[in-house]
């Protein structure tokens, strides 16, 4: 029966994490106190310290999820019929549809306000992306998709330092008037894929992106 109790416990634990997930990338996080959360979500206060002990733990278990949901998009996405740069496009679109919806001062507040979970995400990322994209890179070379002369663990590294620039561009709203965060984020994955692949992957990007008009 404790199974059973521990067992209803995380699962409700996981629905209150996406709710609260969603509350933040719609509101951001500063502006958003536990009260809030909770009349946004619809449950008492009382509620959410049952499963959270405060607002830090909230927002680093929101991140990990976040993180586990990333991990589970990216094996779909590899096991998936398709190649290399069908699977990589899977990949975008998953993170475009999140950064789409997220306000536009949440990277700041999670970096100003709770520090070690903005340090947590991001290192779990570049580990998540690094290991990524290396194994697409060298799936995409068996293809013919991506040029053979092309390094995947130094192309992995060259790619989360242009994700970083991305981050640090949205959190200071540089394109602000001229590219959302989405759109700079999209811009960028699709500068990385053209300057690794060969012709023959070019004309399958191309094709592929005009054929199902992805990220308009």
């Known amino acids: 029966m404790a199974q059973i109790i521990t067992h209803q416990g995380a699962e409700r634990s996981e629905q209150l994490l996406q709710q609260a997930m969603d509350v933040f990338l719609r509101l951001g996080i500063r502006s958003v106190n536990m009260a809030d959360l909770a009349s946004e979500i619809g449950?008492?206060?009382?509620?959410?310290?049952?499963?959270?002990?405060?607002?830090?733990?909230?927002?680093?278990?929101?991140m990990s999820s976040h993180c586990d949901q990333m991990e589970q998009v990216i094996s779909e996405a590899e096991n998936h019929e398709g190649n290399?740069?069908?699977?990589?496009?899977?990949?975008?679109?998953?993170?475009?549809?999140?950064?789409?919806?997220?306000?536009?001062?949440?990277?700041h507040d999670l970096r100003k306000y709770h520090p070690i979970a903005f340090d947590t995400i991001n290192k779990r990322e570049d580990e998540i992306i690094l290991g990524t994209v290396e194994r697409n890179i060298k799936r995409g070379q068996t293809e013919g998709l991506y040029r053979l002369d092309i390094n995947p663990v130094l192309t992995a590294r060259f790619l989360v330092a242009i994700g970083y620039e991305v981050k640090?561009?949205?959190?200071?709203?540089?394109?602000?008037?001229?590219?959302?965060?989405?759109?700079?984020?999209?811009?960028?994955?699709?500068?990385?894929?053209r300057a690794i692949s060969t012709e023959k992957g070019s004309q399958y990007l191309q094709s592929k992106l005009k054929k199902e008009k992805l990220f308009q």
Request: glycine share 2%.
């Open 168 to 193: 640090k561009c949205g959190e200071r709203r540089t394109f602000q008037g001229e590219l959302s965060l989405s759109d700079l984020y999209v811009q960028s994955s699709l500068y990385h894929i």
């Open 43 to 62: 449950v008492s206060k009382k509620t959410l310290y049952v499963h959270f002990s405060d607002k830090d733990d909230l927002i680093q278990r929101c």
């Open 84 to 107: 290399a740069i069908d699977s990589e496009l899977a990949i975008i679109d998953f993170v475009h549809t999140v950064i789409t919806k997220m306000h536009p001062s949440m990277l």
